[in-house]
């Protein structure tokens, strides 16, 4: 049954799901608050890059199936569905801010007519189902008004970089609600994505609420618990490849997320950790284990730094290092929480200076440190390493899988690779004549 959908907020979450649901049938509206991406948007043009993306918001567009509005009254008017998309950065003191949501809660209030399912698709702490359900109720109250609506926790589990592919074949589609139509609403609108077997999982909405945040805490977990035992594998000569793959094989523990390196970034792991941790003092209970998950993770993003400074006897004024990899990840140009920014402050800090290449991230970087002398990002791979001592590689990218060393040996004037992501083999980079350190490798002490 195709439905008319509103939603609430462009991102990475937004977006990709308010497109997944228009090439499925249904007629959606997105809303968003940010006038620049919104007329981008009626134009075709994409506020970040996300493979697959553009291709489907535009064919959707053409179909009149997907629009764009700043306007969220005429964007409810039709809507039997109402998504909440919106962000939930941390505030200043660890936990979740929730302005944008409450403030959406307040326009749905403000403009909703008739009877709607709201769906939380935003990553926020137990509760907030029902802090929107009376945000709701009040503005719905104070214009003296009488609508009824369902309140639906529906976290989402897209990665950045697949997220249309995420979003096309979810893994688990969480439902959780108190109302049985509410649920039946929402079960409908997923069946296009729920074919071959059942992905729904319905529960209460505060256990749909904690699930996300516990999915993300483990997650972090397996990769502080990894960087943790890079650090051991380094001081007691042993590879923390090989114990990867040693312990991959152990069904047990699998291969997934067992990577050693730079430490975690993004808009998610770094919040939500902490945002979680907040919530759990706020109850009286001390989340050890999610403390020392946030400290392993915040000396790790240190670790590429402490290499090279101690590569130069700490003396890095006036040195010039090239760096693979801005994004947080591959695949994506989000910059949020990315190692690269805090390895390029701490070289920055001791008179160092940056050239760095990024597939997609280029322009994202320059908006986060803005134009400096310090910083200059270039155009391929190899242009980073003009005039550069030595190279480190921070994000994965397929790209520099299978780079030529011994070009990179000839352009560096310190032939060293610093390889944040384990991506080398050491004999091979030393066979190339170039200096190989890696996250864990038995030999960076
Ligand atoms: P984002 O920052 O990329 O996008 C948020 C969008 O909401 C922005 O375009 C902003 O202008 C808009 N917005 C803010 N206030 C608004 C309002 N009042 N009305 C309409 N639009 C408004 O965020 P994101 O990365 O898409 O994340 C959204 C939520 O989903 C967060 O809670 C996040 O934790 C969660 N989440 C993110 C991911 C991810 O990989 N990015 C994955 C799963 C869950």
């Known amino acids: 049954m195709t439905m008319k959908i509103a939603l609430y907020g462009t991102g990475y979450v937004g977006l990709v799901t308010g497109a997944c649901l228009a090439e499925v049938g249904n007629e959606v509206t997105c809303i968003d608050v940010d006038v620049d991406r919104i007329a981008g948007l009626k134009l075709g043009r994409m506020p970040f890059h996300e493979p697959g993306l553009a291709e489907l918001v535009v064919r959707n567009q053409a179909a009149g199936k997907l629009d764009f509005t700043t306007h969220a009254a005429s964007a409810l008017a039709p809507a039997t569905v109402i998504f909440i998309a919106v962000g939930t950065p941390p505030a200043a003191d660890g936990s979740a801010d929730l302005s944008q949501v409450l403030a959406v809660a307040r326009s749905i209030g403000k403009y909703l007519t008739h009877r709607a399912v709201v769906v939380i698709k935003s990553t926020v702490p137990v509760g907030t189902a029902d802090r929107v359900q009376v945000e709701i109720a009040r503005a719905i109250t104070a214009r003296g008004a009488m609508v009824l609506f369902d309140v639906v926790a529906n976290p989402e589990f897209l990665k950045e970089g697949e997220a249309v592919e995420d979003c096309l074949r979810p893994e688990r589609i969480l439902l959780g609600s108190q109302s049985r139509r509410a649920i039946s609403v929402l079960r409908a609108l997923y069946t296009p994505f729920n074919r071959n077997h059942e992905r729904v999982l319905e529960m209460d909405t505060r256990s749909a609420e904690l699930t996300k945040y516990a999915g993300n805490a483990m997650l972090a977990t397996k990769i502080s618990l990894m960087n943790e035992m890079a650090n051991i594998a380094e001081r007691v000569g042993a590879d923390i490849e090989q114990v990867r793959r040693g312990i991959g094989a152990d069904p047990r523990i699998g291969h997934h997320f067992i990577y050693a390196g730079a430490g975690y970034g993004g808009s998610c792991f770094p919040k939500d950790v902490q945002a979680l941790a907040r919530a759990a003092l706020a109850q009286g209970y001390e989340p050890r284990i999610l403390a020392a998950v946030e400290a392993v993770n915040s000396a790790q993003k240190n670790k590429l730094f402490e290499l090279v400074a101690r590569h130069f006897h700490g003396r890095l004024a006036g040195r010039t290092v090239a760096l693979w990899g ?73 790209l520099f899988r299978s780079p030529d060393f011994a070009r990179i040996r000839l352009a560096l004037k310190e032939p ?15 066979a190339a004549g170039l200096a190989y350190y890696g996250i864990g490798r038995g030999r960076s002490l």
């Open 326 to 398: 801005l994004s947080f990840k591959p695949d994506t140009d989000d910059m949020r929480e990315a190692p690269s920014l805090a390895l390029m402050q701490s070289l920055w800090d001791e008179g160092a200076c940056v050239r760095a290449y990024d597939p997609q991230a280029g322009s994202q970087a320059r908006e986060c440190c803005g134009e400096r002398a310090d910083l200059v990002i270039c155009e391929s791979p190899y242009q980073a390493l003009d005039g550069a001592d030595v190279l480190v590689v921070v994000t994965e990218w397929k």
């Open 416 to 430: 060293a690779i610093f390889d944040g992501r384990n991506l080398y083999e050491p004999a091979e980079v030393e």
